[in-house]
């Protein structure tokens, strides 16, 4: 159902410059309560970082899965057809902290040391090498500045590829 493709050859399935478009879902596990949290995203990049192949994500401080991710060493990175629309803007409304998301969601996922979305096309699956977090005092552009002192900042989450997953329909 799916095959592993080598990180270079991404291009061949998802423009890398479009990739955090609205239909990227990041899942990080939740070891309390023993279950895994989707995030909608729509901030991230893929490149090169420390010689290492590396996704990064950014996670405002206000977000459950910031949490978890300062917790977890890992997490996956999970791109979803256009039917599951619906479910992507689901996961980018609604709290982890108040709502099990997978569940009400009737996604499956498929666990493991990286857990993923079933119905993903494509699946980066990254084991988190770094972090930081905005300074809001180096931001340029006064608004977002503003914004930033008003209702914190985000954070930056750097993972090293380790794997990559698409849909084979074969
Ligand atoms: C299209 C879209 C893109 C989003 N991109 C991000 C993002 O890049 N970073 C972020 O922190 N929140 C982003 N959000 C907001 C979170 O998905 C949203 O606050 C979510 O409910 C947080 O879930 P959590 O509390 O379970 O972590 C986005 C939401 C949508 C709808």
Known sequence: MFKAIPYENISTYKDPISLFNEDGVVLVRDKEKGKVNPITIGWGSIGVLWGKPCCTIFIHESRYSKHLLDEEDFFSVCFLPKEQKKMVAYFGKFSGRDVDKIKESGLEVVDGDYPFLKDSELVI????????????????LPDIKNWCQQSGVHSIYFGEIVKVIVRDEK
């Open 125 to 140: 699956f990254c084991k988190k090498v770094g972090q930081t977090k905005f300074d809001e005092s180096k931001i340029s």
